[in-house]
T-cell receptor, first 118, second 117 residues
Framework: EAGVAQSPRYKIIEKRQSVAFWCNPISGHATLYWYQQILGQGPKLLIQFQNNGVVDDSQLPKDRFSAERLKGVDSTLKIQPAKLEDSAVYLC????????????????FGPGTRLTVL | AQKITQTQPGMFVQEKEAVTLDCTYDTSDQSYGLFWYKQPSSGEMIFLIYQGSYDEQNATEGRYSLNFQKARKSANLVISASQLGDSAMYFCAMREVIKAAGNKLTFGGGTRVLVKP
């Protein structure tokens, strides 16, 4: 079974430029997550999709970050314009929703995209 | 709001010895779950072990075991017989159910483990 795919793996941009990241979740996984992991910290959830609908985007800086999952499969995360503090690894994860009472619902993570903003 | 605390920023452990990584949490939920993930230098997050709040027995997965003390709100990870490949960052995370759509994970700050030969 193929894992979560992300591209690009690395990206270097200058501040005020735009950047986009792509994620392809594990086939059949209904839930998709984007996390931001700043160096030396644990991942922080930015946005969660259930199929193509947003479930939680409370920690997404909506003035500059946007994300979409148009057909309920692939997803893109965009930053426009980028700031120095956006330098981080952006992790995509997916999980197979097995019902409300399933407490396990393990998340599978992709390799991440390392963004450096100069 | 949920909070996860990992107080050990870094640890050395001798190969073949056991190591305990601390994790304390704070939540008002009655039903919750705790995960441990490993993050090698390559960057991917690897699931290690899970403990549900209603599970009576401590979880074990191979060389990994979880010392769950609900009254103390701690969920420490024990790695037995450490191997050089265990050198990595380790994250404790707590699950919160979001609108029946899956888990929302809140992560701790992580502990870096370096296994010495």
């Amino acid at each position: 079974e193929a894992g979560v795919a992300q591209s690009p793996r690395y990206k270097i941009i200058e501040k005020r430029q735009s950047v986009a990241f792509w994620c392809n979740p594990i086939s059949g996984h209904a839930t998709l997550y984007w996390y931001q992991q700043i160096l030396g910290q644990g991942p922080k959830l930015l946005i969660q999709f259930q199929n193509n609908g947003v479930v939680d985007d409370s920690q997404l800086p909506k003035d500059r970050f946007s994300a979409e999952r148009l057909k309920g499969v692939d997803s893109t995360l965009k930053i426009q314009p980028a700031k120095l503090e956006d330098s981080a690894v952006y992790l995509c994860a997916s999980s197979l929703r097995r019902g409300r009472e399933d407490p396990y619902n393990e998340q599978f993570f992709g390799p991440g995209t390392r963004l450096t903003v100069l | 709001a949920q909070k996860i605390t990992q107080t050990q920023p870094g640890m050395f452990v001798q190969e073949k010895e056991a190591v305990t990584l601390d994790c304390t949490y704070d939540t008002s939920d009655q039903s919750y779950g705790l995960f441990w993930y490993k993050q090698p230098s390559s960057g991917e997050m690897i699931f290690l072990i899970y403990q549900g709040s209603y599970d009576e027995q401590n979880a074990t997965e191979g060389r990994y075991s979880l010392n769950f003390q609900k009254a103390r709100k701690s969920a420490n990870l024990v790695i037995s017989a450490s191997q050089l490949g265990d050198s990595a960052m380790y994250f404790c995370a707590m699950r919160e159910v979001i609108k029946a759509a899956g888990n929302k994970l809140t992560f701790g700050g992580g502990t870096r483990v370096l296994v010495k030969p």
